[in-house]
C-alpha cells in the first residue's frame, strides 16, 4: 500500500525520507536523557549512521510493502524537527481489518498537544488510508498519560489482556483502548 503524507494544524506525518537523517539522528541520539520508563534516552551514535539509517528506512518500506508494518514519522510542519512517530502492527486482515496503534512524542515535546494532534491523526490514517477496522492501543496499566491521551482522542476502554506484551524480560498485562472508524465519525469500512 503506498504511503501517503499527512497534515494537522502543526505537524505534518509521513513516511521517513534519506533525507530526514539529520532530524532522525537529532531526535533519537541528541535528546536528552529518559523522563521516564517508557521514554527511550539517548541511541548510541555508532548504531545511528547515515546506513543505519538507510537500513531502517528499507526495513520499514518493506514491512510496508507487505502490508505488515507501517511507521510514520511526527514532523513539525514549520521547522521539520522529528518530534515522534505513529505506527500501526498489521495483526490481521481478511474479515478483520486490525492493527495495534501506537504513538511516540519525544519527551522534549511532551505537554504541548503534540500527542493527542497526532494520535488523532493516526487514527483517521488508520481507518482511511489503510482501511482498518479496529485500532487497538495496548498501554501499560500504569502509563496514566498514555490512558488520558487514548481517551482524549475517543478510544475506548475494552479490558486487559494478560500477560500481553514480553517486556523487560517478562510478560506483562496490558490495558486496551480501541477504537472503530465510526467512534471519530468515519463510515464503517468493509473487508477488502
Not at 508494518?69 to 518530534?83: M, N, P
Not at 488508520?126 to 500504569?142: M, S, T, V, W, Y
Not at 500481553?164 to 486496551?176: A, C, P, Q, R, S
Request: net charge positive; with cysteine; hydrophobic share 35%.
Amino acid at each position: 500500500m503506498k504511503q501517503n503524507s499527512f497534515e494537522t494544524k502543526r505537524l505534518v506525518i509521513r513516511p521517513f525520507r534519506k533525507s530526514d537523517y539529520k532530524a532522525w539522528f537529532s531526535a533519537y541520539v541528541e535528546c536528552g536523557p529518559a523522563k521516564n520508563r517508557w521514554d527511550h534516552g539517548p541511541y548510541p551514535a555508532k548504531k545511528s549512521t547515515p546506513r543505519d539509517f538507510d537500513k531502517f528506512r528499507k526495513r520499514l518500506n518493506d514491512l510496508a510493502r507487505k502490508d505488515d508494518y507501517y511507521r510514520y514519522g511526527v514532523f513539525h510542519k514549520k521547522s521539520d524537527v522529528l518530534i515522534g512517530h505513529l505506527d500501526f502492527d498489521v495483526f490481521l486482515r481478511s474479515t478483520h481489518q486490525f492493527a495495534n496503534f501506537g504513538y511516540i512524542v519525544h519527551n522534549a515535546y511532551w505537554e504541548q498537544g503534540y500527542g493527542q494532534e497526532s494520535a488523532a491523526a493516526g487514527l483517521r490514517i488508520g481507518f482511511k488510508h489503510l482501511k482498518l477496522n479496529r485500532l487497538e492501543a495496548a498501554i501499560n496499566l500504569d502509563n496514566r498519560k498514555s490512558i488520558r491521551l487514548v481517551k482524549a482522542i475517543g478510544m475506548r476502554r475494552e479490558g486487559i489482556k494478560r500477560r500481553y506484551w514480553f517486556e523487560d524480560g517478562k510478560w506483562v498485562d496490558h490495558l486496551i483502548y480501541v477504537a472503530n472508524p465510526e467512534d471519530i465519525g468515519l463510515r464503517a469500512l468493509k473487508p477488502f
